[in-house]
């Protein structure tokens, strides 16, 4: 597949308000990957219109697969067969090229404030469809953040990760610890769940942003608690971690 070209009825109907737009940033998944991960996004942009633009201008050499307005208007940007640029460096459960092996939706939001409820319930419907077309289950939605931390952000502290998970669309733990907190153990948790290698500092400020954003003060045992429940109900198929 040449970049820019859309295959014939690669696009995929939800139902609703879809809008169909041809971004030309978009190239074939490398290495026979097929899509294993959905990563979110938000545009941080003035409206769900001006990303779409931005997205679909060849200049930018960015794009995302969706883009999903406040009101719930949903945008189609690239085929979910092609790669997509949307997650740039980082990694998840040890696997780098994140574009190849994800499918990536943005979110119109600043990220200071609520995902608003028609937003929410498109990207629950969105979500529900990508689970059925690629067979991939809760554990397999992450955020930009979760990828590459210390350099994005989004979805950011307001995206409500709890609501998604009730549905069953995402994970969570509410889990709460006792005692004193065990930072090496905390970390090891997270890369058995999935995070990247990154110091200790960065390690909290990135699993508080998705697990507890009105956390506060240093590392303690309830960290630790859910770190070590996520480890251990969802943990990352590598291993040699358990050595």
Wanted: aromatic share 8%.
């Amino acid at each position: 597949m040449e970049s820019g070209a859309v295959p014939e009825g690669s696009r995929v109907s939800v139902g609703g308000d879809l809008h169909e737009l041809a971004s030309p940033n978009f190239g074939e998944r490398r290495d026979g990957a097929r899509p294993s991960l959905v990563v979110l996004h938000y545009t941080a942009m003035e409206s769900a219109e001006a990303a779409c633009a931005r997205l679909c201008d060849q200049a930018a050499e960015v794009s995302a697969h969706y883009v999903i307005g406040e009101t719930g208007v949903l945008w189609q940007l690239v085929p979910e067969e092609a790669r997509a640029w949307h997650a740039g460096a980082g990694e998840w459960a040890g696997l780098s090229d994140v574009n190849s092996r994800s499918i990536g939706i943005e979110l119109a939001n600043l990220g200071n404030h609520p995902f608003p409820e028609p937003q929410m319930r498109r990207l629950e419907g969105l979500l529900a469809g990508i689970f059925e077309r690629w067979s991939l289950s809760p554990k397999d939605v992450i955020g930009h953040s979760d990828m590459a931390p210390g350099r994005k952000i989004d979805p950011g502290p307001r995206f409500d990760w709890r609501r998604l998970a009730r549905c069953g669309f995402s994970v969570w733990s509410d889990e709460v610890g006792s005692g004193a907190a065990d930072p090496a153990r905390f970390l090891l948790d997270l890369k058995r769940f999935g995070y990247p290698e990154m110091p200790g500092e960065l390690a909290l400020e990135t699993f508080r942003m998705r697990f507890r954003p009105w956390a506060k003060g240093p590392l303690d045992a309830t960290d630790c608690a859910r770190a070590a429940d996520l480890a251990h109900r969802w943990p990352v198929d590598r291993p040699a971690l358990e050595a």
